[in-house]
């Protein structure tokens, strides 16, 4: 899994996740929180590659407990296809 912060033209801070394993239409989805996932993007509008320092800490905080939980679910996705 690789992923990337971003934010959309309304100010909105993402996580762009690409994985075939967790998003496997599109390849990478827009990640806001547990809620609110975009896979393709679709939905969110024009945005912009962000760099780590340039995000809020409350921001950050979140963007990262999303990160972990799908990197667990990732994991676990591989090791049920390893069985």
């Known amino acids: 899994m690789e992923a990337e912060y971003v934010r959309n033209e309304y100010g909105e801070y993402l996580l762009l996740v690409r994985s075939e394993l967790l998003f496997p239409r599109w390849g990478f989805a827009l990640v806001y929180d547990d809620t609110f996932t ?20 409350g921001t950050l905080r979140r963007l990262k407990r999303v990160r972990e939980r799908l990197e667990k679910i990732e994991a676990e996705r591989m090791a049920e296809c390893e069985d």
Do not use: A, Q
């Open 38 to 57: 975009y896979e393709g993007g679709i939905g969110v509008g024009n945005w912009v590659k962000v760099p780590e320092e340039r995000i809020p800490h």
